[in-house]
């Protein structure tokens, strides 16, 4: 069962400023985060305690995020370059 991806407004305007200086670096994270509708806890996820509340990393890359199961949606809260 695939999983809903809801964008909140921050992770929004984060990624707007990254689709303009990277498109690359866009591209990589909208496959990211189509990939948590289908695993929504990845080996390369770690989790904020019980909260909820993931931290994904990839190169250059953090996504933060939220699972609500009983939603089934995925709420992305924040992306930010690290580079």
């Not at 999983?3 to 591209?27: G, M, N, P, Q, S």
């Not at 990589?28 to 994904?56: C, E, H, K, N, T």
Request: net charge positive; hydrophobic share 50%; charged share 25%.
């Amino acid at each position: 069962m695939s999983l809903t991806v809801v964008v909140r407004e921050t992770a929004i305007r984060a990624l707007a400023r990254i689709r303009a200086e990277d498109k690359d670096a866009f591209a990589q994270i909208r496959r990211a985060m189509a990939a948590l509708a289908d695993q929504p806890r990845p080996d390369a996820a770690v989790a904020w305690g019980d909260s909820g509340i993931y931290r994904l990393h990839l190169t250059g890359i953090r996504i933060l995020y939220e699972v609500d199961d009983r939603a089934s949606t995925v709420y992305i809260i924040n992306v930010a370059s690290t580079a």
